[in-house]
């Protein structure tokens, strides 16, 4: 039992032998809890000043409408720049802003509209950081173990999903939301000075082919591989998809908290946390499998649908709790499976594209959702909002799952494992 035990362990944290992903996560432990604190402390803060669900959802639209506009390109750009270089300059931005919303907000003058434009900012600076950080992941740790520090990415994420929010609500209840937004400015220093101590000749070489001389040329090329690989296809499509109906906590939540079970941003925050302790669950176990599979990627969309179309209807705070911890878990597995499959298939020189491709489906089309989402909480509250998109969650998995019968068994395999180098 030990000897299985020590085994399940070097499995689950095996990417951190690698000192650079090391020096990565750590930064990242403290940064992304800042992160979610200012997550948190936006939506209520806009909630708080305008009273309307609608109004957190044009949060939501400001914050994800950088990756629709931009989103294509991104990958574009990150298969032609260094990206811990990339990486650096967009978390230095990023602190540059959440320090500017921090004045604002510290000195009691901020307005909905300030909120709205450096989430709009900040989502832009995330347009190139997120897939430079995949790139940036994939060289620290190299196609074998890349689920692997995929899925320990998320467990992070996730695990701060639950304190930055729980954070986030105790400071917000107690001293308003000013400073979430001075500890997140803080936080990025942590990520900046693991990126700086990297030894960059640990990093794993990428294959470079000849970029073709126009961004759109660029971008062709990526739709082109995309378009002829059914499983990428259908993976990106599925992302999408549930993504604009089903990926809404940041709109609805603070609808939930405050409408539908009449409490306040101590409630809130826990229910942002409870769905964060599901999704690091997801993520260990994900990290635990340290492989990519479809099956799971299905069975977890699927049960991340139907735990919020069970959740329509509830009214009481403890299965609210126990249904997003549900969620959450299968919300993990889902992302990380879709996020490492399309990585290991694609070719070096378009991995840059394809996961730009996957944050463009991700997030790129959370601009539209929010405005949905706030639309039906605001006509229907959240058990309108919970249904709709608990019932087409599922009924996209219905079809991924019949494009990709032919297919569930093939198990992805990294190019470099394919072609013997």
Not at 91 to 109: E, H, K, R
Request: proline share 3%; net charge positive; aromatic share 8%.
């Amino acid at each position: 039992m030990t000897a299985a035990l020590l085994s399940l362990n070097r499995r689950t944290f095996a990417s951190l032998r690698h000192r650079n992903y090391r020096l990565f996560f750590s930064g990242q432990v403290v940064s992304v809890t800042g992160t979610w604190m200012q997550r948190v402390a936006q939506a209520w803060l806009v909630f708080e000043l305008t009273h309307s669900p609608v109004a957190v959802g044009i949060l939501a639209l400001a914050q994800f409408l950088p990756f629709s506009i931009f989103g294509v390109f991104a990958g574009v750009v990150v298969d032609r720049i260094d990206a811990r270089r990339a990486v650096i300059a967009t978390q230095a931005t990023a602190m540059a802003l959440a320090s500017v919303i921090a004045a604002l907000a510290l000195s009691g003058l901020v307005q909905a509209w300030q909120v709205y434009v450096v989430a709009f900012l900040m989502g832009t600076v995330q347009v190139v950081d997120a897939p430079a950080r995949q790139a940036l992941t994939y060289r620290m740790v190299g196609p074998t173990e890349l689920p692997n520090a995929v899925a320990l990415n998320s467990s992070l994420f996730n695990a701060a999903r639950i304190f930055g929010p729980a954070l986030g609500g105790i400071l917000i209840a107690t001293v308003g939301a000013g400073p979430c937004f001075a500890v997140n400015a803080v936080s990025f220093l942590a990520v900046l000075a693991g990126l700086l101590k990297m030894r960059t000749e640990e990093l794993r070489p990428v294959e470079h082919h000849d970029e073709p001389a126009t961004m759109l040329r660029g971008l062709g090329e990526g739709f082109h591989y995309v378009f002829h690989t059914r499983r990428a296809l259908v993976v990106l499509l599925l992302v999408s998809v549930v993504s604009m109906v089903a990926v809404n906590n940041n709109v609805l939540l603070p609808v939930l908290a405050k409408r539908t079970l009449h409490s306040g941003a101590e409630t809130f925050g826990l229910l942002s946390s409870f769905f964060g302790a599901g999704a690091l669950v997801g993520a260990l176990v994900a990290a635990a499998l340290s492989r990519s599979s479809l099956k799971v990627l299905l069975a977890g969309t699927a049960g991340y649908g139907l735990s919020l179309l069970v959740l329509a209807p509830e009214r009481t705070l403890a299965s609210a709790l126990v249904l997003l911890f549900v969620s959450g878990i299968c919300f993990t597995l889902w992302t990380a499976n879709a996020n490492s499959l399309l990585q290991l298939e694609a070719p070096d020189h378009l991995r840059g594209r394809v996961v730009g491709l996957f944050y463009f489906g991700f997030a790129g089309t959370g601009a539209l959702g929010g405005v949905i989402a706030g639309a039906l909480a605001a006509a229907g509250g959240t058990t309108l909002a919970f249904v709709v998109a608990g019932v087409v969650t599922i009924l996209a998995v219905a079809g991924a799952t019949l494009a990709l019968r032919d297919q569930r068994r093939v198990r992805f395999v990294p190019e470099s494992m394919r072609t013997g180098s």
